[in-house]
């Protein structure tokens, strides 16, 4: 299925090949790909890296690289653990640390202090457990009047994972973290049923215009969507995409110098079986990452490019020394793979390429509907978008 439609500047393994040095910490254990962090230095890429859970005040390892991801060495420095991505509003302001949905971390002159984040298991329903959490942004736009606002979106399980139900909603700051509010917690509504999962790891994006996208995995055999207009607050009602997926995760990224949504996810048609661990099951294949662009706030989209023909999955994306990065848990298999023993690869592309990528045209898409792998595909809107992200 693999199509070059950009050339790929990078493709390495990361556990594999720093497994006995920087990743020793990892040997055995689960190792997720949500490390990218901003450096706020001119061509510099970093991954502040931490293992598991723990509670901890500094980052395990924290590593850059100045030559566009090819090599990669320690740094020394005070950072904070963090998962979901470091942020700064403007030069005047603090910069903030998110990790896993659980944890905020602020700058204060040379110190870090951690304000907890309460989502609604806090708020609203205590009891239901902490979010599931793989996405958060802070909103930048200066004119959309949430400016500066912290946003997280994740699911609670409603029982275990398969037969329960999950919800989802977004939690959110105003003050870098001293309080939180939530929004209400949704799922799938009648007629639609609302077992095993529902709607799951959703991921958040800002739109030039400054509202928001949340894309998340479904149990319908496609990912779902749906927008805020007041900065995570309220949510409308989630419509499908017409991108089909098993109950996978994907990522989504606002591209900084152009506006442009960039999402990742796998394009397979989900098997029939309800058992997490079978292959096929509605969870799998997680075989044909994919990633495509939209300028139009995701009105349209590019045809994809395929990242992994392989299983890969968990995807994170960062932009960085002038190149887009993906990076995802790997396997050499298109059965399924224990996580502990799947590998970290990054894979690099030109940032100008990835933007000049080809709209999916009526004709480019056929391949793909005849595959299954799109459905409502009239809604997908399929002409040549303006190279300039409209609002």
């Excluded at 990790?99 to 002159?109: H, M, N």
């Excluded at 329903?125 to 802070?138: F, K, L, P, Q």
């Excluded at 349209?300 to 993906?326: K, S």
């Excluded at 050499?332 to 000049?356: F, Q, R």
């Amino acid at each position: 299925m693999k199509k070059q439609l950009i050339k790929e500047l990078l493709r390495t393994d990361l556990r594999a090949r720093y497994g006995d040095t920087f990743f020793a910490a990892w040997k055995g254990r689960h190792m997720s790909a949500q490390h990218f962090v901003q450096s706020w230095e001119p061509g510099v890429v970093r991954l502040n890296l931490t293992p598991g859970t723990r509670k901890t005040s500094h980052a395990g390892i924290v590593l850059d690289s100045t030559d566009g991801g090819e090599t990669w060495h320690e740094v020394e420095t005070n950072l904070p653990p963090s998962s979901l991505g470091m942020f700064q509003l403007n030069e005047d302001s603090p910069r903030v640390s998110l990790r896993y949905g659980a944890e905020c971390w602020v700058e204060q002159g040379s110190e870090w202090v951690l304000r907890p984040i309460y989502g609604a298991d806090k708020l609203h329903y205590d009891g239901i457990g902490g979010a599931n959490c793989y996405s958060g942004i802070m909103i930048q736009e200066p004119g959309c009047g949430y400016a500066g606002r912290l946003v997280l979106v994740g699911d609670y399980f409603l029982g275990q994972e398969g037969p329960g139900s999950q919800a989802i909603s977004s939690i959110y700051s105003d003050d870098y973290g001293v309080s939180w509010k939530s929004s209400r917690l949704f799922s799938a509504t009648d007629p639609l049923p609302p077992s095993p999962e529902g709607f799951g790891e959703p991921a958040v994006v800002q739109m030039p215009s400054g509202w928001l996208w949340m894309v998340m995995r479904s149990v319908y055999g496609e990912l779902w969507q749906c927008i805020s207009h007041d900065g995570g607050e309220t949510w409308n009602h989630p419509t499908p995409t017409g991108l089909v997926s098993p109950i996978a995760n994907c990522a989504a990224m606002r591209e900084p110098t152009t506006g442009a949504t960039v999402l990742v996810w796998n394009a397979a048609q989900p098997g029939p079986s309800q058992e997490f661990s079978d292959n096929p099951s509605i969870y799998r294949p997680r075989t044909n990452l994919v990633f495509s662009v939209s300028h139009d706030n995701t009105r349209t989209w590019t045809e994809p490019v395929v990242v992994e023909e392989q299983e890969g999955q968990y995807a994170a994306i960062h932009f960085a020394a002038g190149r887009m990065f993906i990076m995802y848990q790997s396997s050499n298999s298109t059965e399924w793979t224990p996580w502990e023993k799947m590998g970290l690869t990054l894979v690099a592309y030109d940032i100008e390429d990835v933007l000049n990528m080809p709209a999916w045209t009526s004709e480019t898409i056929q391949p793909w509907i005849d595959r299954g792998l799109v459905r409502h595909w009239r809604s997908l809107q399929c002409q040549e978008p303006s190279r300039k992200t409209i609002s």
